[in-house]
């Protein structure tokens, strides 16, 4: 059974830094790229970050490039989200997601999110 | 970048009847397209990929269908489970991955 855990979210002020994990299990963790997608409470979905499965490739939206470093460790199934220089609009429920195949394509299964808020 | 726009809003309907859900995308996706149930506090749900093929464990009264620009989600007789909000989501071309902004389905 695959499982994604996010760990690591919180409030924080602006400016601050934050890391999220995610801890996977049930499937070969190197062969599949891993997401991160974000919702702002009462919004829709945003896609973030991207890291195919070897690690080599990570990819990020426009409005987090320079502030947010997509990683993981192959050795542990851990993927991670290191956010600097948070901004209040980085402000929501941040979702681990699996992709289908070693690049990111579509996303197979989700973890259950956690929250960040961005807030003095 | 490719956006993607959906239709209705939000649809209300009745259990029992056939929900009708559109994605627009503003340039051809060539059936690289998914679709997500979404039900409140809850993660995303993978449904749809290549725009008509069920992923695993969905049931089939969901179906995906379109081509180039225009796709549809159609729930054949709505269950109460089914009332939730639906996103699609293009990954032909990338980054970024994008995704529209929800159908709420609801009950009427």
């Known amino acids: 059974e695959v499982q994604l855990l996010e760990s690591g979210g919180g409030l924080v002020q602006p400016g601050g830094s934050l890391r999220l994990s995610c801890a996977a299990s049930g499937f070969t963790f190197s062969s599949y790229a891993m997401t991160w997608v974000r919702q702002a409470p009462g919004k829709g979905l945003e896609w973030v970050s991207a890291?195919?499965?070897?690690?080599?490739?990570?990819y990020y939206t426009d409005s987090v490039k320079g502030r947010f470093t997509i990683t993981r460790d192959n050795s542990r199934n851990i993927v991670y989200l290191q956010m600097n220089s948070l901004r209040a609009e980085d402000s929501a429920f941040y979702y681990c997601?699996?992709?289908?195949?070693?690049?990111?394509?579509?996303?197979?299964?989700w973890g259950q999110g956690i929250l960040v808020t961005v807030s003095s | 970048e490719i956006v993607l726009t959906q239709s209705p809003a939000t649809l209300s309907l009745s259990p029992g009847e056939r929900a009708t859900l559109s994605c627009r995308a503003s340039?051809?996706?060539?059936?690289?397209l998914a679709w997500y149930q979404q039900k409140p506090g809850q993660a995303p749900r993978l449904l749809i990929y290549?725009?008509?093929t069920r992923a695993t464990g969905i049931p089939a009264r969901f179906s995906g269908s379109g081509s180039g620009t225009e796709y549809t989600l159609t729930i054949s007789s709505l269950q109460s489970e089914d009332f939730a909000v639906y996103y699609c989501q293009q990954y032909s071309n990338w980054p970024p991955w994008t995704f529209g902004q929800g159908t709420k389905v609801e009950i009427k």
């Open positions: 890291i195919s499965g070897s690690g080599s490739h990570p």
């Open positions: 290549g725009a008509s």
């Open positions: 997601a699996k992709d289908a195949s070693g690049f990111p394509y579509f996303f197979d299964f």
């Open positions: 340039q051809n996706v060539n059936n690289i």
